[in-house]
């Protein structure tokens, strides 16, 4: 009964200066629309940006580095055990890019439940002949199943059919950049050369834009099987496992393990890529700075509106108080309001800011780097909706804690003696 | 005798700004259910602020102050607010209605905030004292729109609506002209007849006092005559 009499109050108060009011409630749906427009439209083009990267990433690769054995043979011969060994001038042994007994592992990892899912991948220089011009390149070997599905390969064909690559046999898709040098349309054919000198001839099926143009100027997309021919080696020959996980934050602590199960080099994405974390979370920290900026500024635009209604409104808190109310309940009224205009400037700000991202959603957006992206990209997380109403109601509250407080303080005798 | 509904004994109060001086020295009285007081004095001696020490507002003072029996000094504000919601009425000489609402619902402001009854009840109440003063017809109506006597009566109307046990005014008729003042004493005379109602109003026109039941005259700070 108390609460509902202190908000009948507190309505009417703000009713009878709804002018104000509005003014104060359009400062926070200002700060709140922006905030959550800045938002949605800033990790949403951060999610564009890393998805460049990361949508065409393995959250864990799998392959076999080159280099020199870290154990020596020396090491391993208990004689010399406690001596020290000075080995000079090591090489690389003679250790295959192949990864040995690949059926097994990927059955294996295929069958991990964190494991979303896993593409094998061969990975192999080439010289594309036009002419007697060499053109250095890398030719892919791809389960095109496998990457469609796992990292939206079909997606940057932005010529051509992908699936061919399986089903014309011999096929090729050249990056756009490479086959805007090769002049190769759909349907030519290129010859290419592999490391060891065997030339070959393969029928351009489709183009590639990665948007990421310097990578279009060397790769291209073939079969594993044509590839595995390209290179004369058996239909078990695999250079790279890529594998997709549930969780990404995963990544490390799966990398790690499967680096000591399979004995194999193992890169989670986090360390390939470090970079684009740091770059999204710099970002994220700009955007919630000037959006709560703004809010903090509505919230001194209430404070100064709850102070002059204080000031004008001392003859009501004075009888107010002379007739029973307390200085608490005269405290609550006027968080009451304050609180009223945080929730109604808030949840018009929530609107407001739902319909500028998906207006700025609709406006085109279209550059050769991002074949799949037409108009501007907006994420719609609700957390960013729940952050933003959080923010409206903590920083009203705290904007009419003070005027409150002084309110509660009036002392009536003083306010009716001085008439 | 009835029962004494306010008890002041040795109450003393100082104001230091700008030097020390003694507003109140040694006053003792009471007021006994049914007694229509007036307080007079000239300007400055202490009268007013006598009236707002009895109505628990102000509480910087030594002495004694027991409003039905129950002590009052020292106890809480909030505690006081219920005091004075409970038993104490007030009408001052401005009238303090709250322009955000309507008659009625000044009305049944101190009511609602005591919610010992249904809002049916608390209506009925109200359109009671309305009918009492004279001014039914003014319940819908916004408090600007009010002549001086009208809201002065809605004021003495809000101050009875939960039946106090004492009804207290500084300077009620203070703001009046003489047909209005008129109108304001009728009805506090009303009160003291028809419901029995205790009041203690403060004032320094000699023609109001003459004619409550009993006056108390204060002098620099003391009472001189009860």
């Known amino acids: 009964m108390n609460t509902r009499l202190i908000i009948q109050i507190a309505y009417s108060l703000l009713m009878a200066r709804w002018k104000q009011t509005l003014v104060a409630a359009i400062g926070v749906t200002f700060s709140i629309t922006m905030f959550i427009t800045l938002l949605s439209f800033m990790t949403g083009l951060n999610k564009l940006l890393d998805g460049l990267v990361i949508n065409r990433t393995p959250h864990v690769r799998l392959f076999n580095e080159i280099r020199p054995d870290s154990i020596q043979p020396i090491q391993k011969a208990p004689g010399y055990r406690s001596h020290y060994h000075m080995v000079r001038s090591i090489k690389s042994g003679n250790s295959r890019q192949e990864i040995y007994n690949s059926g097994a592992i990927m059955e294996r990892i295929a069958q991990d439940p964190r494991v979303l899912g896993l593409a094998p991948k061969i990975t192999t220089p080439v010289f594309f002949n036009e002419g007697n011009i060499e053109i250095t390149g890398v030719v892919y070997g791809i389960d095109i199943e496998a990457e469609s599905r796992l990292f939206f390969f079909t997606d940057y064909v932005v010529k051509g059919q992908a699936a061919d690559l399986k089903n014309v046999s011999n096929s090729i898709i050249l990056g756009k950049g490479l086959a805007d040098k090769l002049l190769a349309d759909i349907g030519d054919i290129v010859q290419l050369t592999t490391s060891q000198g065997e030339q070959f001839r393969l029928k351009v099926v489709g183009h590639f834009q990665s948007g990421l143009q310097e990578l279009d100027k060397t790769q291209s997309f073939a079969s594993i099987k044509t590839v595995q021919k390209i290179m004369g080696k058996a239909n078990n020959y695999i250079t790279d496992i890529q594998v997709k996980l549930t969780d990404i934050n995963q990544a490390p602590k799966l990398a790690k393990e499967f680096n000591k199960v399979f004995e194999i080099d193992a890169e989670d994405i986090q360390t390939a890529n470090s970079q684009f974390e740091t770059g999204t979370s710099v970002r994220n920290i700009i955007s919630y700075a000037v959006g709560i900026t703004l809010l903090v500024v509505a919230g001194f635009g209430i404070y100064n509106i709850l102070n002059m209604m204080i000031y004008e409104k001392m003859d009501s808190i004075a009888i107010l108080k002379a007739t029973g109310f307390s200085g608490k309940d005269v405290n609550r009224i006027f968080i009451m309001i304050a609180l009223g205009i945080g929730i109604f400037g808030g949840l018009t700000g929530l609107l407001m800011g739902y319909l500028l991202s998906s207006l700025i959603d609709q406006i085109p957006f279209n550059t050769a780097a991002l074949p799949t992206v037409t108009t501007y990209p907006i994420n719609y997380n609700p957390v960013y909706y729940f952050i933003g109403g959080a923010f409206s109601l903590i920083t009203t509250y705290f904007a009419g804690f003070f005027p409150a407080r002084k309110a509660s303080k009036v002392d009536p005798v003083v306010i009716i003696r001085g008439k | ?226």
């Not at chain 2, 009408?91 to 008659?103: A, I, M, P, T």
């Not at chain 2, 209005?180 to 009041?199: C, D, G, K, R, W």
């Open chain 2, 1 to 226: 005798m009835n029962a004494v509904i306010l008890e002041a004994k040795h109450i003393y109060k100082q104001f230091y700004d700008p030097v020390k001086f003694d507003v109140l020295k040694d006053i003792n009285f009471q007021v006994r259910a049914g007694e229509f007081v007036s307080v007079i004095g000239k300007s400055g001696c202490g009268k007013s602020t006598l009236l707002y020490i009895l109505s628990t507002m102000d509480t910087d003072y030594q002495g004694e102050l027991l409003v039905d029996g129950v002590k009052m000094t020292g106890k809480k504000e909030k505690e006081l607010a219920a005091v004075r919601n409970e038993k104490i009425g007030f009408v001052f000489q401005f009238h303090y209605l709250l322009n955000e609402f309507s008659v009625m619902e000044n009305i049944l402001l101190p009511a609602r905030k005591l919610a010992k009854k249904t809002e049916a009840e608390l209506k009925e109440r109200a359109h009671f004292l309305l009918n009492k003063l004279d001014i039914s017809k003014l319940a819908e109506k916004n408090p600007r729109q009010l002549s001086g006597g009208e809201k002065q009566r809605v004021a003495i109307a809000r101050a009875m609506v939960n039946e106090p046990a004492i009804i207290m005014g500084d300077e009620p008729t203070g703001n009046l002209d003489k047909r209005n003042s008129e109108i304001v004493f009728a009805t506090f005379q009303q009160l003291a007849q028809e419901f029995n109602q205790s009041l203690l109003i403060v004032t320094h026109d000699p023609e109001f006092a003459e004619r409550t039941n009993r006056i108390i005259e204060m002098e620099d700070g003391r009472i001189i005559r009860q």
